[in-house]
Structures are given as structure tokens and as C-alpha cells.
């Protein structure tokens, strides 16, 4: 398995930093080449060059984090932490905190900044960068979850192997269940988990896709937390399925404390003989290894995620071939995100007409999703597949101080943003394309009357500028572009001609980007030009 990316982040939490003198040790512990290491060590931002201060301090400057702490809270929060001593202030991309926001991180300890007085009293008496992270609050009892009790956990796996885990009954269910994959793509799952297991060789994999870093999405970190039980199960259960030995959770290193959870799974998971190379008895093999992201929203992507697993750059890579063709090391390759491998064992528990039922409005099954922005209660919630915009709002105690709703982002920051009366549309794949957005991993963002819906969305743009990999031309010029015609509007010298030029751009990143954050840069904003084609033209003024 990969050797070096472990390697640079366990010698970052024992130095604290990387030096020359470090790099080149460790190049030759390895043997391989030193520029190896530094091309690896240049592409992703966790791997720290310089002595760390007493406090560094991650302030979120994304969508969800504006739309709480307004335009200016960045700054202003940097202003007030620069007067203390030993602190160095950095703005990040999306926490996966958006529950907390405006959200922050010291020594990457989150919190939330909504009090500044707490970002401050952290800042000057900060957590050790090593300490061990608080517990999140108590789990919740999920209508996902088959077990009362961790006593029965693994009980679905177990009763499956007693009776000799029938593979292709295993994909005729999860097909005949409508299952699709949850990390935003909704691939039918039965139909990816069938491609696999028809490829030949001997050694396959599968991966469980935990870098959640879209603004707006971090129902998966809650999963992590409460179900980590069903995501191991749902990890085994599929390389049982598709003839795959190893397994890995790649996960962004921004979630200690859910990888703290997953850890202690995992640990238990061994003693009780669930993983390893005679899983519960069954003569068969299957262990899983927690792989910690070195950082960046690109590494969300598919094949982004396997050039870092293969010790390289995170940059995606061209397709046909596919991952389930060859993927990790060139070996088949299965990849699902934590929700949608959480809700395998319940759906082959209850059995594929039962849990489609458990939709409504004609929409089948369950789904996990994020609420934030102008709500009361931010939050994650598990709801029938169908259930409306309007009704998850409520579940999340209506906008925030009774206002109205301006604008809704049903997808995450990926997705279009939708006028006020998308409140009647419900949760569902098919009837958010219908109105021109989509689901998405799941992330509904509400954004209440008052707040500038042309700045949020340039956020979004801006968002993508700064995740882009840089590895193809048309993304990495083209999401620039566009934030310079963006930031010359909101200092009130948007020219018409450019913002007649905006479609003209996003068309051709559309069409010419390697990977999806091209596809989708622009489209938030464009989304905004049609739904408040006023609040916008009068950004773009001069001739």
C-alpha cells in the first residue's frame, strides 16, 4: 500500500513541520529520489514547511461562514487575532463545519466563531497541536441503523455468511433497491457493485470516499461519528461482494475527532474477528486501513483520490478507463462515499421493496442531509426520500428569525441556486433536475431575505478558483478569470461585456475540463444571473 504521503504526515506530527534535512532522510529511508517527496510535499497545503506557532488559527471563508459572519468577518476575526502574541491566522476553504458557522479551527481544534470571544480565549490558551480531540456531542439513534444495541452490530454481515453470501443476490438487491451513490454523482449503486465484480484479477479493491469538503456538506462527518459500525459494515460487505481483500477509508484530516471514532470501529471490529483474514469464520479475507487525506476539496474526486492513494499529486485523471476498471494501482476498484456504504446492511436487512417504501411522494428509501445557512437549528437529519424543502426547514426550526426565504442552494455549493418557492420541491434526484438544480451529496443551504445573493454566489466561484488541482488549462485560467470579473464587480466596475462573457466561459469549462469542479465552477453563479437577473445586472454597469 502507499507508502509515502504516511510517511510525511507521521513525520509532520512529530516535527511539527518539514524540513530539507528531514525530507532528504526520509527520501532515503524510502529509496526513492528526494524530488519525489518534494512533489508530493508542494501540492498539498497540510504538509507544512515552516516552525508552527503556538496557535495557528483556520478561519472558513466559504459560503455558509460569509452567509453568518457577513462579508467582512475574515478580516475582521484576523484583525483582532493578530494582536495576540504567537498566532498565525490563516483563511481556509469549507471546514465541514457549517453547523458551527462561522467556523473555525485552532490547532485545528474546531469551533465555532459565532462568539468571538471564545475564538479568542482559544487562540490565546490554544490545545496542543497533538492533543486528542473533544468528543463530539452524544449519538443519535438513526432509522438507518438495524441495531439497538453495539452487541448486535454486524449481525446483517453475520447472518449473510451463515448462509454462504450470495453475491449476485446481494447486487440484485441493492439494484432492485434504487440505490444510488450519495457523494453528489447518484451512479446506481447495484450497477457499479456488479461492473466490479465482473472484472477479472486477482486483487481489487475498495474505497470509501470520506474527503467531504463541499461547503454546505457534512452529513458524512456525522455518520462517521454515529454509524461508523455501518460504514465498516457496508465496506466488508462489498469487497465480499465484488472478490476485493483490501479496504480503505480515505479520510480528510480536518475530521480528528470522527477519525477517532472510526478508529475505535475498526479496533473493535478486529477483536471481534469482523475484519481480517477469517472475517467471523468465514474462511474469507477482508481488512481495512484509514488512510488521512493531506488536504485539498480536488481530492473529493474519484480519481483525484487514487493518484494520492498512489503516493502522487492529487490531479484527476482522464476517463475511460474507469476506477471499477482500473483503478488503485490499476486493479478494479470499488469507490462509494460513507453514506451510501452506511445504508447497504439496513437495505439488505429489510430487503429492497421495504426500504423503498420507506419514501414518500413516490421517492424511495432514506436520506442523510445537511441543513445550514439562515436556520435556526443547522443540523443533520434522516429523511424519507421525498420529503420537501419546506418540511426539512421546519425539521431545522424554520429561517432564522422569521424572515423569508431569499434563495435556496438544495446541493451543496456545487448545485444552482433556486428561488423561494423551491420550498415545495421535494428531496429527490430526478425532481431537483427537473427544475434545473440538483441533489447533490445532499446539503440543503437556505439563505434568508437581506443577504447579498450575488456576493454568496461569487464566494462559490471563488471557492472553486481556489480548489482547482491546476492540472488542466480551461479550469485553472478560466475559475480565475472569472473571480477577477467578479471581484471588479463587487468594487462597482462590473463591465457589461464581461458579465456577457460569463456563460461564454463556463460553457467551455464545461466542455474541456478533465474533471467535474470545471463542470460545475460557474454554475452556482450563472444559476443566480437567472433567478435574480436584476440583483445582478446592476453589478455590471460600465460599458
Given at each position: 500500500m502507499a507508502a509515502i504521503i504516511p510517511a510525511l504526515n507521521q513525520l509532520l506530527h512529530e516535527k511539527g513541520h518539514l524540513t530539507g534535512a528531514d525530507l532528504g532522510a526520509l527520501a532515503e529511508r524510502l529509496g526513492i529520489p528526494l524530488y519525489r517527496l518534494e512533489g508530493v510535499v508542494s501540492f498539498y497545503p497540510h504538509f507544512r514547511r515552516t516552525p508552527p506557532p503556538r496557535a495557528s488559527?483556520?478561519?472558513?471563508?466559504?459560503?455558509?461562514?460569509?452567509?453568518?459572519?457577513?462579508?467582512?468577518?475574515c478580516g475582521e476575526a484576523r484583525a483582532e487575532l493578530e494582536t495576540i502574541a504567537g498566532v498565525e491566522v490563516?483563511?481556509?476553504?469549507?471546514?465541514?463545519?457549517?453547523?458551527?458557522a462561522p467556523a473555525a479551527a485552532v490547532n485545528e481544534r474546531p469551533i465555532s466563531a459565532a462568539r468571538r470571544a471564545d475564538l479568542l480565549a482559544l487562540a490565546k490558551d490554544p490545545p496542543a497541536p497533538d492533543a486528542a480531540p473533544e468528543r463530539p456531542?452524544?449519538?443519535?439513534?438513526?432509522?438507518?441503523?438495524?441495531?439497538?444495541?453495539?452487541?448486535?452490530?454486524?449481525g446483517v454481515l453475520a447472518r449473510l455468511l451463515a448462509g454462504g453470501l450470495d453475491a449476485d443476490a446481494v447486487v440484485t438487491t441493492l439494484e432492485a433497491s434504487g440505490l444510488r451513490g450519495m457523494?453528489?454523482?447518484?451512479?446506481?449503486?447495484?450497477?457499479?457493485?456488479?461492473?466490479?465484480?465482473?472484472?477479472?484479477?486477482?486483487?481489487?479493491?475498495?474505497?470509501?470516499?470520506?474527503?467531504?469538503?463541499?461547503?454546505?456538506?457534512?452529513?458524512?462527518?456525522?455518520i462517521l461519528d454515529d454509524l461508523p459500525h455501518l460504514v465498516l459494515e457496508g465496506m466488508i460487505l462489498a469487497g465480499l461482494t465484488v472478490g476485493a481483500e483490501r479496504g480503505i477509508v480515505f479520510i480528510r484530516h480536518e475530521y480528528a475527532a470522527e477519525r477517532e471514532s472510526l478508529?475505535?470501529?475498526?479496533?473493535?471490529?478486529?477483536?471481534?474477528?469482523?475484519?481480517?483474514?477469517?472475517?467471523?469464520?468465514?474462511?474469507?479475507?477482508?481488512?481495512?486501513?484509514?488512510?488521512?487525506?493531506p488536504g485539498g476539496y480536488i481530492l473529493g474526486e474519484e480519481t483525484a483520490l487514487l493518484e494520492c492513494l498512489e503516493d502522487r499529486r492529487g490531479e484527476p485523471r482522464n476517463k475511460p478507463p474507469f476506477p471499477g476498471q482500473k483503478g488503485l494501482f490499476g486493479c478494479p476498484t470499488l469507490i462509494n462515499n460513507v453514506e451510501t456504504l452506511s445504508l447497504?446492511?439496513?437495505?439488505?436487512?429489510?430487503?429492497?421493496?421495504?426500504?423503498?417504501?420507506?419514501?414518500?411522494?413516490?421517492?424511495?428509501?432514506?436520506?442523510?442531509?445537511?441543513?445550514?445557512?439562515?436556520?435556526?437549528?443547522?443540523?443533520?437529519?434522516?429523511?424519507?426520500?421525498?420529503?420537501?424543502?419546506?418540511?426539512?426547514?421546519?425539521?431545522?426550526?424554520?429561517?432564522?428569525?422569521?424572515?423569508?426565504?431569499?434563495?435556496i442552494a438544495p446541493g451543496g455549493a456545487s448545485s444552482n441556486f433556486l428561488?423561494?418557492?423551491?420550498?415545495?420541491?421535494?428531496?429527490?434526484?430526478?425532481?431537483?433536475?427537473?427544475?434545473?438544480?440538483?441533489?447533490?451529496?445532499?446539503?440543503?443551504?437556505?439563505?434568508?431575505?437581506?443577504?447579498?445573493?450575488?456576493?454568496?454566489?461569487?464566494?462559490?466561484?471563488?471557492?472553486?478558483?481556489?480548489?482547482?488541482?491546476?492540472?488542466?488549462?480551461?479550469?485553472?485560467?478560466?475559475?480565475?478569470?472569472?473571480?477577477?470579473?467578479?471581484?471588479?464587480?463587487?468594487?462597482?466596475?462590473?463591465?457589461?461585456?464581461h458579465l456577457a462573457l460569463l456563460p461564454q466561459l463556463a460553457e467551455t469549462l464545461t466542455e474541456t475540463s478533465i474533471c467535474g469542479l470545471g463542470h460545475v465552477a460557474l454554475g452556482p453563479f450563472l444559476s443566480v444571473m437567472r433567478a435574480f437577473e436584476p440583483e445582478v445586472r446592476a453589478r455590471f454597469t460600465e460599458d
Open positions: 488559527v483556520a478561519l472558513c471563508r466559504d459560503v455558509a461562514c460569509r452567509l453568518a459572519g457577513g462579508a467582512g468577518w490563516h483563511e481556509v476553504s469549507c471546514l465541514g463545519r457549517c453547523d458551527m456531542r452524544a449519538a443519535r439513534q438513526w432509522p438507518s441503523d438495524p441495531y439497538a444495541q453495539p452487541v448486535h452490530h454486524y457523494g453528489g454523482a447518484g451512479f446506481p449503486t447495484g450497477l457499479k457493485w456488479k461492473l466490479v465484480r465482473k472484472e477479472p484479477g486477482p486483487t481489487k479493491y475498495v474505497v470509501c470516499n470520506a474527503d467531504e469538503s463541499e461547503p454546505g456538506t457534512f452529513k458524512d462527518r456525522v478508529s475505535r470501529a475498526l479496533d473493535e471490529a478486529r477483536r471481534r474477528g469482523v475484519v481480517g483474514p477469517d472475517v467471523l469464520g468465514s474462511g474469507r479475507a477482508f481488512d481495512i486501513e484509514i488512510f488521512v487525506s447497504v446492511p439496513t437495505i439488505l436487512d429489510r430487503g429492497a421493496e421495504p426500504w423503498k417504501a420507506l419514501g414518500v411522494r413516490g421517492c424511495q428509501g432514506l436520506k442523510f442531509i445537511s441543513i445550514s445557512g439562515d436556520v435556526e437549528r443547522p443540523s443533520v437529519h434522516q429523511v424519507p426520500m421525498g420529503t420537501t424543502i419546506g418540511e426539512l426547514i421546519a425539521l431545522a426550526g424554520g429561517v432564522r428569525g422569521g424572515k423569508s426565504i431569499l434563495a428561488r423561494a418557492d423551491a420550498v415545495s420541491a421535494p428531496l429527490d434526484f430526478k425532481a431537483l433536475a427537473d427544475r434545473g438544480s440538483m441533489l447533490g451529496s445532499g446539503a440543503v443551504l437556505v439563505i434568508a431575505e437581506g443577504a447579498d445573493i450575488v456576493d454568496l454566489a461569487a464566494n462559490v466561484v471563488s471557492f472553486f478558483r481556489n480548489e482547482s488541482c491546476g492540472k488542466c488549462v480551461p479550469c485553472r485560467v478560466g475559475t480565475e478569470k472569472a473571480v477577477v470579473i467578479l471581484d471588479e464587480a463587487a468594487r462597482g466596475h462590473g463591465s457589461k461585456r
